[in-house]
């Protein structure tokens, strides 16, 4: 499926195949898959358990290298790069929230913040300043100082998603990002995530069992057999 043009800082997969081994012989997981995600654009896939969703999301996060195919990011193509090429690109061009916020114990929400502008190189001052506009901008201002230990699930998950766009990035990858989160919460970090992807202009695609995210979505796809099949339009 090719709706949408990946140029500029969007995403673009072209007749990707994965195929994993089953028993004696192979599975497909991705069968020729062509995908573009605009800039701006909150596309949410869903599928049943062991269907490839975690599999595609890997691959378009350059995570994984495709069997065959090839993937854009930005406009650059990935296939031919040599796996420092592709985590230099990876570093600065894609951001990955998962279903847990994976926060790092010792540090709070702001350090956790500044690490990776420090990774950036960024000055500490400007990586401070960054992180404390990010955090009052996701509602968690008064949380800055709080280990995750401290934090409701809700909060782990919003400094999460801070933590991803602290990176700056062009393209925003969620995998499974509110299946920890009850209906209310849900809802909210689903909402929160989808709106700052299309407010920054990001290529956004979330896969997910939980509908919040589809209340959010431009596009919804569902993969199976190898496919992505066109559900319908969301929102717009």
Known sequence: MSTSDPAGDGLGLRGIHVAVPDGPGTRTLLDAVDLDVAPGEVLVITGSSGSGKSTLLAVAGLLRRPDRGEVLVAGTPTAELSERRRTALRRERIAIVYQSANL?????????????????????????????????????????????????????????????????????????????????????????????????????VIVSHDDAPLAHAERHLHLAGGALKAITTVAG
């Open 104 to 204: 790092l114990p010792a540090l709070t929400a702001r350090e956790q913040l500044e690490l990776v502008g420090h990774i950036s190189g960024e000055r500490r001052s400007q990586a401070r300043g960054r992180a404390a506009q990010l955090l009052e901008e996701l509602g968690l201002a008064g949380r800055a100082d709080q280990l995750p230990a401290k934090m409701s699930g809700g909060e782990r998950q919003r400094v999460g998603i801070a933590r991803a766009l602290m990176a700056r990035p062009t393209v925003l990858l969620a995998d499974e990002p509110t299946a920890s989160l009850d209906g209310a919460l849900s809802a909210e970090v689903a909402g929160l995530l989808a709106g700052e992807a299309r407010g920054r202009g990001l290529a956004a």
